[in-house]
């Protein structure tokens, strides 16, 4: 059984940082790309970054470009979020998704949904 959990959220104040991290069970991780993805209240759920199966490719969101880093571990078999400089906008549930039939990014990444997805974490950030 696939089982992704997520953690790191919480609340901080604008222009601080928090680093979520994400452990993903019952699968071959680095068979797959994986991603971070968010929903705010009221909106639709929205790719905030892809990395690809060997960590040798990335893409982001243009709202966090700069901002946020991904990197996974494939011996812990853990993906990570850093995110600097947050801001109110970036208040969301934050889901870690294994992104089946992806080992890279490609530009369809963030449209889909046929994924092992977490149970997500809150980040709230403050102004």
């Known amino acids: 059984q696939v089982q992704v959990v997520e953690s790191g959220g919480g609340l901080v104040q604008a222009g601080g940082s928090l680093r979520l991290s994400c452990t993903a069970s019952?699968?071959?991780?680095?068979?797959?790309?994986m991603g971070w993805f968010r929903q705010a209240p009221g909106k639709e759920r929205e790719g905030v970054s892809c990395?690809?199966?060997?960590?040798?490719?990335?893409d982001y969101a243009d709202s966090v470009k700069g901002r946020f880093t991904i990197g996974r571990d494939n011996a812990k078999n853990t993906l990570y979020l850093q995110m600097n400089s947050l801001k109110p906008e970036d208040t969301a549930m934050y889901y870690c998704?294994?992104?089946?039939?992806?080992?890279?990014?490609?530009?369809?990444?963030?449209?889909?949904?046929?994924?092992?997805w977490g149970q997500g974490t809150q980040v709230t950030v403050s102004s």
């Open positions: 998704a294994a992104l089946r039939g992806f080992r890279y990014c490609s530009g369809s990444w963030s449209s889909t949904r046929n994924n092992y």
């Open positions: 019952g699968l071959t991780f680095d068979a797959y790309a």
């Open positions: 990395i690809s199966w060997g960590g040798g490719s990335t």
